[in-house]
Each structure stands twice: as structure tokens, then as C-alpha cells.
């Protein structure tokens, strides 16, 4: 017997959040992360589509009123300890309506990881995961850059 999948999360009248990747349009966000963001441009839209199938947890957000994606995270996990958070976007025409904040919240504080250590990379917006208690890496992080370029894709 399948589980079903948890109700859709309202926040107001205009966006619901989900967390249920079968309601994920994937090509508004490949489309997105392609032509949108500074980061990971690099990658072609199978690498996107595998990055989310490969994530542990996704959510998005929708214009109710055009079922548009107007706002998309996904985390990788073991599930148990620990999660990374990327990816994060909320589409410029739906902005100014705390989405960004909403969907960290609903990432992180409404999900099963709500206990797990989050980590993240981002060049700016540091104000809004310092708000979800994100802080500086002391002494104990480490991180191994990438040493090696990524192979041509096919
Ligand atoms: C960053 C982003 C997700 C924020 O979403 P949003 O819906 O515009 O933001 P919200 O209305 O929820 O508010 C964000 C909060 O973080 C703060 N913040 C700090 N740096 C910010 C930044 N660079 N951009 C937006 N908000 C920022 C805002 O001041 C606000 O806090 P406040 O309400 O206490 O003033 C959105 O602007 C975006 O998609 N930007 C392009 C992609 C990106 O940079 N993603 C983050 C890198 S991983």
C-alpha cells in the first residue's frame, strides 16, 4: 500500500507550496536555473532533471491563479543527520511577497529535517538564511573544492 502523498501546504489565497515532485513542472525550472541564475549554468537540462530526481526533498510554490512555478528548492540528505540546501529561486514576478522566506521555512522548519545540521553555498542573500539560523562555518568545516574541471557533457 502507497503512502499518499501530504496535502498541499496553503499560504495565502495566491501561492501553495508542495512538496510532492509528481506536481514539480520541471522544464519552468530547468528553464530558470538555465537562464536565470549565476550559478550552475553549466548545467544541461538532463543534469538538472537528475539533480532533482537525485535530491532527497523538493519544494515549490505555485501562482494559483496560472498554476505557475514561481518558487523551487531542493535539499540533498542521508535522510537522518544532515541536508544541503540548493537551488534556491523564487521567480522576479512573484518577489516581495516573503516567498524566499516561506520557502526556506518550508524546507527546513515544516520538514522532516527540521533537527538535521543544513548546510548551503550562495554568493549573496545571506541575510535570508541567517535568518533560518545559518551562520558562518567555524573550525570544524571542511570543504574540498573542486579540483578537477568537469568533464565535457555529451
Ligand atoms: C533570494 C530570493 C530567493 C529571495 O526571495 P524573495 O521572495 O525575493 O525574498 P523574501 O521576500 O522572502 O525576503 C527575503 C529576506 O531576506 C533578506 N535578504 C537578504 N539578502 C537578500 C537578497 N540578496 N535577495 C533577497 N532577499 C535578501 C531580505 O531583506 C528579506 O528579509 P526581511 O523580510 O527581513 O527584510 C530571490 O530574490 C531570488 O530568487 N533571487 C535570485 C536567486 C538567488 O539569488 N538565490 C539565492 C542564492 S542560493
Redesign the pocket.
Known amino acids: 500500500m502507497t503512502t499518499p502523498p501530504p496535502p498541499p501546504v496553503p499560504v495565502d489565497d495566491r501561492f501553495e507550496f508542495f512538496d510532492d515532485r509528481a506536481r514539480l513542472d520541471y522544464d519552468a525550472v530547468v528553464e530558470f536555473l538555465t537562464h ?4 550552475g549554468k553549466w548545467r544541461s537540462r538532463a543534469d538538472i532533471r537528475n539533480a532533482i530526481d537525485g535530491s532527497w526533498r523538493v519544494v515549490g510554490a505555485i501562482d494559483t491563479a496560472t498554476g505557475d512555478l514561481v ?1 523551487f528548492a531542493r535539499a540533498i540528505s542521508d535522510g537522518v543527520t544532515v541536508a544541503y ?8 514576478s ?10 526556506v521555512d518550508e524546507m527546513i522548519e515544516r520538514g522532516p529535517g527540521v533537527h538535521f545540521r543544513w548546510l ?9 538564511y541567517r ?1 533560518f539560523g545559518f551562520v558562518d562555518p567555524d573550525e570544524t568545516v571542511l570543504e574540498r573544492r573542486r579540483i578537477r574541471p568537469i568533464p565535457p557533457r555529451p
Not at 36 to 39: E, F, I, L, T
Not at 85 to 92: E, G
Open positions: 536565470h541564475v549565476y550559478w518558487a540546501l540548493a537551488d534556491v529561486f523564487v521567480v522576479p512573484a518577489r516581495g511577497h516573503s516567498l524566499g522566506k516561506k520557502l548551503l553555498h550562495t554568493d549573496d542573500a545571506h541575510g535570508l535568518q
